[in-house]
């Protein structure tokens, strides 16, 4: 159980590393531009390697949720937010301006899927009274709020009005549901940890 999850977080946390060094080198607008830009950058190819990373630790820890006895809905949204994150990883998005290939298509149905089973794992463990219960609720109910605004555009055009990544924080939403995803993904894992107090308490018993 300890090595799943201290292969998860390392996993997680190399993945954290790597996507931090990306948007250092790339010098794009975080406001602005969408996390998916950033594979067209010299150093784009961190993007694919950290989504993996995030899909290799969001695995490791459904598996210790597994054996820790954990509800299997919660394990089987693990694990599909992990599919999830390969895929969108294996399949690039189009560059702008560019038709919806079946790539594109892949990519962005893929990132969708993810953003949405998360908190629904997230809500479940909070349901369960896991440990950190209520800082899984928050976050969340925010990466689902900040979903929502990530959608609207996309709405928003399928009517036929001009709506730009320029014009909205596109960026800044789509990192809100991200960081708050992979924070929920921790809390999972931290959950399952026992509290240093007990475990001192276990060692005097």
């Known amino acids: 159980m300890k090595g799943l999850l201290a292969s998860g977080f390392t996993a997680i946390g190399t993945g954290t590393g790597a996507m931090l060094t990306l948007h250092a080198e790339a010098g794009l607008d975080p406001l602005h531009s969408v996390i998916s830009e950033y594979a067209f950058q010299a150093s784009g190819w961190l993007l694919p390697a950290s989504l993996t990373l995030f899909a290799v630790g969001s695995g490791l820890i459904a598996e210790a949720l597994r054996r820790s006895g954990a509800n299997r809905w919660v394990v089987a949204l693990l694990l599909a937010w992990g599919a999830s994150m390969f895929l ?61 605004l990530v959608v ?30 992979i924070g929920v993904l921790a809390l999972a894992g931290l959950s399952m940890l026992r509290p240093a107090a007990r475990r001192v308490s276990a060692v005097l018993a």
């Open 88 to 148: 969108i990883g294996a399949f690039p998005t189009d560059r702008p301006g560019v038709p919806l290939s079946l790539s594109g298509g892949i990519h962005r149905y893929a990132a969708f899927a993810a953003f949405l089973v998360m908190p629904a794992a997230g809500f479940l463990l909070a349901k369960a009274r896991t440990r950190y219960a209520t800082a899984m609720r928050v976050l969340s109910g925010v990466a689902l709020g900040a979903l929502l």
């Open 152 to 181: 609207v555009p996309y709405v928003v055009r399928m009517f036929g009005i001009p709506l730009s990544n320029d014009d909205i924080p596109a960026g800044l939403t789509q990192r809100v549901v991200v960081v708050t995803e």
